[in-house]
């Protein structure tokens, strides 16, 4: 999860005008071929783990975190899925971004699913053919991808 205060002071300069948001994020499929999904708390939906780069990061190092931090595993990044900027995302509470998204392939090298973290309502694999809603374009894009061996891309 991004440092709460970085993108609650942009806000508080801006309101609630257009801004920009550069996230990263992964898909981490296990060997029956499923991806692990999570069920958000911001959206009530299901979407690939990720979010808000650090100032500092790099995007590899947010999406290592942010599978800590969301799934409770420890991940390597093996690859890259692509890179998504043509979404624009509206949030419940009436924000708006341009979402800049950096998918990477992960695979998992530790920790255990833990979706107790105030941002995960659940995690769960699901097969290609039986994904749930999900939350964006960018994510459902990645994953037919992914499953379509159509990668890494860039839009």
């Known amino acids: 999860m991004t440092k709460p205060d970085y993108i ?23 060997d029956r071929d499923e991806v692990l999904l999570q069920q958000r708390t911001d959206f009530d939906a299901w979407g690939l ?13 947010t999406c290592v975190r942010e599978y800590q931090e969301e799934t409770g595993l420890d991940v390597a990044v ?19 971004a341009q979402s800049v998204v950096v998918l990477f392939t ?14 995960t309502l659940a995690l769960q694999y699901f097969a290609a053919d039986r994904l749930p809603h999900i939350f ?11 499953y379509a061996g159509a990668y890494p891309f860039y839009d």
Do not use: W
């Open 8 to 30: 609650h002071d942009i806000r508080r300069k801006v309101g609630h005008m257009p801004i920009i948001l550069t996230f990263a994020g992964g898909i981490l499929v296990d």
């Open 136 to 146: 964006n374009k960018q994510h459902e894009n990645a994953i037919a991808r992914y």
């Open 49 to 61: 783990p990720g979010g808000a780069m650090e100032f500092g990061e790099t995007a590899p190092q």
């Open 106 to 119: 992960v695979q998992a090298v530790g920790g255990e699913l833990n979706p107790d973290n105030g941002e």
């Open 78 to 96: 093996t690859g890259l899925l692509g890179i998504s900027t043509s979404n624009i995302q509206h949030y419940p509470n009436g924000d708006t």
